[in-house]
Structures are given as C-alpha cells and as structure tokens.
C-alpha cells in the first residue's frame, strides 16, 4: 500500500494517469491512494482513469483521497466523496473524513514546518 501520493494537482511531478502507470508497471504495489493537498481532483482523475482500465492492470486499485491543512498539521482523508474543508481543527477534520465513511490518518501531526496555504487556490 501507498497511501499517500501527490500528484501535478498539487506539489507532485506525475500526472494522475502517470503515477496510476508507474505503481503498475514500476512497483509492486496493490492500493494506491492520491491523496492531492486539499483536492479530489487528481484523485479522481486517476480512479476513473483506473476503474476504465481495471482490466488491464491487474491487481492495483486505487483509493479517492485528500491531504487536507488542519490547525495542527496534514490530516489524510481516504475513500472520500467530497473534499474536506482545510483548516479547521484535527477533530473537525475528522468528523468531515467520518461523516462521508471514510477513513481518517494523521500525515504530519503537530508539524510547524510545513505551509498551510492552499497549493491550488
């Protein structure tokens, strides 16, 4: 498992469908989650990208996730719906993730080194 991939929806350097193609073909890998500062979008452009091509790739499936700025560090929100609000406390951040049936991971907890603005907006 990766569960915490960034892709050129945020800081990272791959196109959603690019980093879907190198978890395939590079790793060994059987779930990957995008998981894009403070967006679904990359995430979801790499599941549809995934789910159309399930057949082909094997075993990999793909999670729906955001790295979502909390008051207190980056919280990973997986298997979301919709995106979760940033900047809000840890707690409230977790119920957001909770409150869709998703599941809620602390990333860089208690963190002041890290910027906090949105990437994208």
């Not at 050129?8 to 989650?33: H, M, Q, W």
């Not at 997986?78 to 809620?104: K, N, Y």
């Amino acid at each position: 498992f990766d569960l915490h991939i960034h892709t050129t929806f945020s800081d990272g350097l791959l196109e959603p469908e690019d980093a879907v193609n190198y978890a395939v073909a590079r790793t060994k890998l059987r779930v990957i989650a995008i998981t894009d500062h403070n967006t679904l979008d990359g995430a979801r452009q790499a599941y549809d990208y995934w789910w159309h091509h399930r057949d082909t790739f094997g075993q990999i499936e793909v999670v729906i996730g955001e790295e979502i700025s909390t008051t207190d560090g980056h919280m990973l929100g997986l298997f979301l719906r919709e995106p979760v609000l940033p900047h809000m406390s840890p707690a409230d951040t977790v119920r957001a993730i909770h409150e869709q049936g998703g599941l809620a991971i602390a990333a860089h907890p208690f963190t002041h080194l890290l910027w906090f603005g949105d990437l994208k907006g």
